[in-house]
């Protein structure tokens, strides 16, 4: 639901995950729109985030959606 009204809403979700990449993408296709999000990595708090040690295969999955991109990125 919260992908859905990112799109809908045109929100700028953050993303720390492939499986919310995965559902931005397909809300997005569905409503035929692009979505922004923001990346955000775990920089030693362990708590929500990409580590910076896995961002580059994360960064090679982002790379395969087509109604998603990135704008900015948060720690």
Do not use: W
Request: charged share 35%; proline share 3%; with cysteine.
């Amino acid at each position: 639901e919260e992908a859905r009204d990112a799109v809908r809403f045109d929100l700028v979700p953050f993303l720390f995950s492939i499986e919310v990449a995965r559902e931005l993408e397909k809300e997005a296709e569905r409503e035929q729109k692009k979505c922004s999000y923001h990346l955000k990595f775990d920089t030693g708090m362990t708590r929500l985030g990409v580590r910076p040690e896995d961002s580059g295969q994360f960064l090679d999955e982002l790379s395969k959606f087509n109604n998603i991109s990135m704008q900015g990125v948060l720690t």
